[in-house]
């Protein structure tokens, strides 16, 4: 068996031989293999490959075992140019840095921390220390989370242990680990509006989710409210939402996700046709959330784990398609002279 | 049934009317009522009294149904001079604001949220999108916690809930909740401290903790370990902590508590004797762990509560001190003629 790590997942390649325990070869392809099929020929049918991106022009690649995204999203693969009989897998693992930075960001809009920091100087320490301001808990405050998910559990499961009372919109989702006060149906969205400290996002882009936050609904938050967005910008509607900033209506905004991004190296785009840095009440943060050293480490060892189940023929951990079996032509067995 | 609030607790009168539902005169005294008996002969054996200080100069003062302490500490308290017949009870709560303080503080030393909002800005986006560095998280980390009591459990809930291992140390503490990965006793504490990425101070200052963290202790620590300290600074040594931050030993410290406090109103001490804010490594805030709007909120709920208890004779909570029944005097029964 050979895992082809194709362009920016052969960056890797030494986490994932660390955590590898079947022993195989890990050869490194550059980015190009994923749209040519110029490597085509030294895959072969027992082998791995390992990729944000794969598309073929003329059809399926030829047969391999296993095609393993390095990511969640599969948007960079094109299904129909992975053989039939290939299996597709999946890695989360995001969802643990972006809780921590959804919790971080709540306890910071509470605590302020920054600000006590600024205040703090030996030479006026007496005045600072009478004159402290209070600050807030999230403790007794109530999440409202759109969308009850992998990365609204992570959130839930970490608000939880802080006493905060938890509201969640979601059509699908159970609470199967109890980790919510309550879980609505998206058309009781106002409710849980007005009854949320914070509002954060996570939930995917879908044709339904975009534009859900809108004028509507920030008129239906509390007028402390805080908007935590570390979803994907277009669920929330633009300009509605510098307008609820800018004018007040609600709290404030944590932003890491943005309207536009930059596509190649010399693309000037800007990422939102406002300057949402400018406003006091909104924190902007550059899509950081699950940007973490941990992460790739936690990735390529779940890959490496499952590598490992498909070596000694156990089931697959997060496989997104199945492989079709080969079906044997009835000739096979016929045309036998 | 009287309740006579002095001093500071007096500030609070309004908080405590609307949490108490027996019906009772609140009675607001002058911050001299805690050490004079000018305002004594007001009080009656019916009634309770809220405050931090109590002493008389010339034995106790007469007798009252409840000592009601609205904190945690029982220093400002001079025991001789309450009744025996007296019960007296403390509150707790300010573990919740000093436990989201030091979630705070860990994830803040991981993720650098300030950071990444100061490299945020319109015109650089593309740049800032393109060259962002990775951050850390605290999601498997170890938190080293020296005391495991209200405080340090507490923080233990929480950090839990983050996939952080917990190691406490801790003479006397039995885990009850299942929250430490383990407890140690005192004299294993440099093997805890050779482990903890955030070594955080959990324990009162008492003979035994005063300087229980010094150059030893540091050198022990991993070179990247940070100090969290939201109890008292003496226990750890000024010079040896201000040593190991300037020259780097280990990783930084998160410095809430401090070496001098202004004592009145002129009083010019410094916080310390090093100037620790000009240390980049260190975060100084200026004791504000607990220092929440809710705090006091939570507290004269408890204390409110505990008067409905006392009212509808159910036992108190927090009783830190029985009262002693009234003997009576043999020569009651023998005397009658």
New interface residues.
Partial sequence: MKVFMIGEAANHKDKLAAFLTTSCDIVPLPREAAQSSEFDSAISADDVVVSLRFSRRDGPAPDFRLMHVPGAGLDGIDMASVPAGTGICNVFEHE??IA??V???M??W??R??A??A????DT??D???S?V???????LTLGLVGFGRIGRTIA??A????MRIVAVDQFAEDTDGLADAILPPDRLPEMLAGADFLVIACPLTDRTRNLIGAAEFAAMKPTGVLVNVSRAPIVDEAALYDALSRRTIGGAVLDV?Y???AG?D??????RF?F?ELPNA??????SA?????PERRYAFIARNIDRLAAGEPLLNLVREPVPASRPAIQDTSVP
């Avoid at 205040?119 to 030996?122: A, E, G, N, V």
């Avoid at 693309?267 to 939102?272: G, H, K, L, T, Y």
């Avoid at 940007?291 to 992460?295: A, G």
């Fill in positions: 643990i840095p921590e930075f919790m971080a960001a306890l910071n509470e605590i921390p920054e006590l920091r205040s703090f100087t030996t320490w007496p600072v220390y009478r402290r209070p600050h807030g808990e999230i403790c007794g499961r970490r939880r242990a802080f006493g943005w536009g991004y930059p190296a693309d000037r785009v800007a990422p939102s300057r840095e924190v902007c943060t550059p899509h950081s940007w973490t050293t941990r992460l």
